[in-house]
């Protein structure tokens, strides 16, 4: 899978599934199944590290989740998540944040978070021949200038903010761009009006693919419970029942067996 694969992908009308993954052997099982991109989402700060928030990683560790992800993969297109920090001010930081990455984890494509504000820095990364996913609506890395995780774009004018930037975006030389809980409606006008994909969290069915948090849908985080969230497993149970299973079998002296010894 390249990012030229997925911009033909919609131009076919064929939806794209993207999943995040931080860890080699969750990558591994996630290509094999067929997933057409995996994320390393600077969520990584969150379902990894316990923080509130995605604004404490670093480039190093993302750099960690990237390359232990790139390991387990064969065949789906791995996007990373530049971190907070790396590529807001000078276009030359971004640029150097962008190179590492890409020098360092092996990942094909990198995302970064707003329009308009840094436009100059996806501008110089693509020149340099690395593909850029851009992402809009809910930015987590902006959630102390917004104050919650709340619906983005509700109004008219943020929505035509929107718009303007998913197309600033398209004509910088991004080849995708996510879009956040933003307006059912909304996402079908992105959508129709570029050309490259858009891929939604949270941005309804009109979208050209969607994209979850990997412990979110296999239901291994429980609190989090948001309306565009479909669980497709228990694994908070499952893990539960086996670590409680593992515990009575230590404690009675059940485990190991006979068959289970040197
Ligand atoms: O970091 C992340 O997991 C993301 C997705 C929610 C799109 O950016």
Not at 38 to 65: K, R
Not at 106 to 115: I, P, S, V
Not at 195 to 210: F, H, M
């Amino acid at each position: 899978m390249t990012t030229q694969t997925l911009v033909q992908m919609k131009a076919r009308g064929e939806k794209i599934a993207m999943l995040t993954a931080y860890d080699y052997s969750t990558a591994r099982v996630m290509d094999a199944a067929g997933m057409d991109a995996i994320l390393v989402g600077d969520s990584a700060a969150n379902t990894m590290a316990g923080w509130d928030s995605t604004l404490p990683i670093t480039l190093d560790q993302m750099i960690y989740h990237a390359a232990s992800v790139v390991r387990g993969v064969s065949r789906a297109l791995v996007v990373v998540d530049l971190p907070f920090g790396t590529y807001q001010g000078d276009w030359r930081d971004a640029f150097a944040s962008a190179v590492r990455v890409m020098k360092e984890s092996g990942a094909a494509a990198l995302k970064l978070e707003g329009g308009e504000e840094i436009i100059e820095a996806v501008r110089h990364i693509v020149s340099a021949g690395i593909p850029v996913m851009g992402h809009l609506g809910l930015t987590p890395q902006s959630i102390h200038k917004f104050g919650g995780y709340g619906l983005r774009a509700s109004s008219d004018q943020e929505a035509a903010k929107l718009l303007h930037d998913a197309r600033l975006l398209q004509d910088a030389g991004c080849f995708a761009v996510v879009l956040e809980k933003i307006p059912a409606y909304l996402g079908v006008q992105v959508s129709q009006e570029l050309t490259i994909p858009t891929i939604g969290i949270g941005a309804g069915n009109g979208c050209d693919g969607q994209v979850l948090v990997v412990q979110d849908m296999l239901g291994v985080s429980q609190d989090f419970a948001p309306k565009f969230l479909r669980r497709y497993a228990d694994l908070h149970s499952v893990m539960t029942e086996a670590f409680r299973h593992y515990l009575r079998d230590v404690r009675s002296g059940d485990f190991p067996s006979s068959k289970e010894e040197y």
